[in-house]
């Protein structure tokens, strides 16, 4: 028999209207004119200070007293159709506009087909979200990249292809996955639903200051191993709750050595592993990608920013919470064996036992994720027979990404049986690929060349898998149904991706060099 | 001049618990993706969990906790550690709180998760992982058991008499207890809002 909760409300309501209005700003304005507590005895040394305290720094718009967070200013506010329909309901039912339209850009991705635009939505729904979107930007006087435009695509792939994306820059996203941005030595934060409604209306947020969680990884890739394997690494070695509370610092000669469109793939993937965020500091690599773009600073305005940004990168000697070091060259292509980003290992490796680990909780979560996988354990997992091949999301679907693919699939055939999709991150990418000649090289392989969006990488718009199916994804999450009810997801990167699709089999890429 | 919507203030709830002791639940499991092409919150009870809950011809899965008879109604969930990683979705916290839950017990939460649950009156009530599993042994002993979380105490209490103390963000459980919200925190910073901009020019505009 079932009791009924009950709750205690107290006596209601006294505080209700009267907390945070006269009282608590006289407060804050007392704290104010109080010293920085970081006050150093010599002014001639400042305490040494990383890349996130220095942005953090330089956005407070108001400091957190008496246990409050910090309120931070954001720069940039990226807007989508999935997360923002219940915050333009909040603004309305309040009677508030949004603040600033100039520094928030809204696009459709997750919810969109990625079959002819020139058809009409086949998913009532999903058009009916993206029709809201375009509504409330409207009467809200927020540009977006909507169907149809040159510049729509993934977020994450258009804010950086558009200039937008710049170091010290404090970006948000109703979305998870922008810390993608951090690349650019941003600090970029994913954001519920109210919080994008806090944006919307203040162009601040409520945060605590992060610990720091340097990752340095050194030595060279070998061929064969890219951008992808060095974070499906990280996320195997600290799991995926290994960076809660933390911002990731990239650094390492491993990492300086990737392009822009690596580190994107790199810090993308921050919270699988549990990090809001993660950020590479600055660099010339930084710099020359940014140069030129629509939205990047020009003229004198450009060595105005590139003297901001060249001081961004951490002092020497600045402290992190937590550390992790490892050398690029001991690794080899990745892939994911379980049901979330940190059950991988390499792609040599055979499936681990549960039998074998000491925890109880562990021992079931792993007997869980192999009997949704259909993996025993002790099999290789080489070799493992799969039915489709998803180039693409937020994580590898940037221009590099495709160039990669396409060289490896060249003179090639997708094995029969295997459904190969590519899909560009962004319209401004398929172009590029277009004018490149990279569509035939797929199409003559046997692949789908798809319009931009997020597709199979979160299947919400039709593009998944039925139950059962196997996928080698490019994308970022292996959770159970996220393809596709009772679908299948082995993470790794494009090159795997390739090789796999050509012998329909989980192949290592390096064979095929 | 606007208005702070007024929110039930919470200070604790007494309920008997759903079990759900698995590691690492993710926001895909808690509301699936397909189901996020909503323009508003209307149905998100019935869609919690609805791959663990459903079978594939639509009937409930005799074996998911939430089919048990006597789940109706439980207001705490009791669950592994992690709890929530994965997607931003706010939809997470909205289906949990629309099938009834009012509290969280695990011995971690992921960041957006808590977050997004803090700002919605559901609480993420993290404990240490021994507690947990102190928890999870007497659940497993009499699965009926009541406990009480008190926001107010900052203490969960078991039936036995004894309190697990909690740490939560303390200016989120100050909005729970009062009932306001933080977005009328935020816009009473006008001021510096102001001063803010005044110093700082914005770094990009998406309107040119």
């Known amino acids: 028999m079932s009791r009924q909760p009950s709750f205690d409300s107290g006596s209601a309501g006294s505080l209700i209207g009267l907390a945070y209005s006269g009282a608590e700003m006289h407060s804050l304005d007392e704290s104010a004119r109080v010293e920085p507590p970081m006050s150093d ?17 330089d956005h407070v718009v108001a400091p957190g007293t008496d246990g409050a967070p910090d309120v931070l200013g954001i720069d940039l506010h990226l807007v989508h159709e999935v997360t923002s329909p219940q915050a333009f309901d909040g603004l309305r039912d309040r009677g508030l506009k949004v603040r600033r339209p100039g520094q928030t850009l809204a696009t459709v991705d997750h919810s969109i087909p990625t ?21 409330n930007c409207a009467e809200f006087g927020i540009p977006l990249h909507g169907m149809g435009s040159p510049h729509q695509g993934i977020v994450h792939v258009i804010g950086p292809e558009l200039g ?65 394997d060095i974070i499906l690494y990280l996320l195997s070695r600290i799991g995926v709750g290994g960076g809660t509370g933390h911002v990731f610092e990239y650094g390492g000669s491993a990492i300086r050595a990737l392009g822009m469109e690596g580190r994107m793939t790199v810090c993308n993937m921050s919270i699988e592993g549990g990090a809001r965020a993660g950020l590479v500091a600055p660099d010339e690599t930084t710099f020359e990608y940014v140069a030129g773009r629509t939205h990047a600073p020009a003229g004198a305005d450009w060595d105005v920013a590139l003297d901001r940004w ?15 070091a490892f050398d690029a060259g001991d690794l080899v292509p990745m892939v994911t064996y379980g049901t979330n980003p940190g059950m991988g290992f390499p792609i040599t490796e055979r499936i681990p036992d549960p039998e074998r680990l000491t925890d109880a909780t562990q021992r079931d979560s792993l007997r869980a994720a192999l009997r949704y996988m259909d993996l025993n354990p002790g099999d290789a997992i080489l070799g493992k027979p799969i039915d489709v091949v998803f180039i693409g999301s937020c994580t590898n679907s940037r221009i590099s990404d495709l160039r990669e693919a396409a060289r490896m699939l060249r003179g090639r055939h997708v094995a029969d049986g295997v459904r190969v999709m590519v899909v560009p991150g962004s319209t401004e990418v398929k172009r590029q690929a277009e004018e490149e000649g990279l569509d035939s090289v797929f199409r003559d392989a046997g692949a789908e060349w798809r319009e931009a969006g997020c597709s199979m990488c979160i299947a919400m718009n039709g593009d998944q898998l039925s139950p059962g199916q196997y996928s080698v994804s490019t994308s970022n999450r292996n959770f159970e149904g996220r393809q596709g009810k009772g679908g299948r997801t082995f993470l790794a990167s494009p090159l795997t991706a390739v090789a796999s699709a050509v012998t329909g089999r989980l192949s290592d890429p390096r064979a095929l060099l | 001049m606007t208005i702070t919507p007024p929110r039930e203030p919470f200070r604790s709830v007494t309920s008997a618990v759903v079990p759900m002791l698995r590691n690492d639940v993710d926001t895909d499991q808690i509301i699936p993706a397909r189901f996020l092409k909503t323009i508003n919150r209307a149905g998100l009870a019935e869609q919690l969990f609805c791959d663990w809950r459903y079978l594939a011809d639509g009937s409930p899965n005799p074996d998911f906790v939430l089919n048990r008879p006597e789940m109706a109604g439980r207001a705490i969930l009791v669950a592994g550690d992690n709890f929530g990683c994965g997607s931003s979705r706010e939809h997470a916290p909205w289906a949990l709180m629309a099938w009834g839950i009012r509290a969280v017990v695990s011995s971690s939460f992921a960041d957006i998760f808590r977050v997004n649950s803090l700002k919605n009156g559901l609480l993420p009530v993290a404990v240490p992982p021994e507690e947990l599993m102190r928890i999870g042994s007497i659940l497993e002993a009499e699965p009926d058991v009541e406990l009480t979380v008190d926001l107010e105490a900052s203490e969960v209490r078991l039936p036995d008499g004894s309190a697990i103390g909690f740490d939560i963000d303390a200016f989120a459980r100050r909005m729970i207890l009062d009932g306001t919200d933080e977005l009328g925190y935020l816009l009473a910073h006008q001021p510096q809002l102001e001063a803010y901009d005044a110093s700082h020019p914005p770094r990009v505009s998406t309107l040119a």
């Open chain 1, 41 to 57: 005895p010599n002014p001639n040394s400042p305490r040494p200070r990383t890349i996130v305290e220095k942005i953090w720094d």
């Open chain 1, 115 to 135: 079959t002819d635009r020139s058809l009409p939505f086949a998913d009532e729904i999903a058009f009916a979200q993206v029709s809201r979107l375009e509504q």
């Open chain 1, 164 to 228: 937008l994306t710049q170091p010290g820059m404090t970006i948000v996203c109703g979305d998870s996955h922008t810390a993608t941005h951090g690349a650019f030595g941003a600090l970029a934060i994913g954001i519920g639903t109210t919080e994008v409604e806090h944006v919307l209306a203040t162009q601040t947020l409520l945060q605590r200051r992060p610990k720091s969680f340097e990752v340095r990884v050194d030595g060279a890739l070998h061929p064969g191993v890219t951008a992808k």
């Open chain 1, 310 to 324: 060249r001081r961004l990168p951490s002092d020497e000697g600045a402290r992190h919470d937590r550390s992790i």
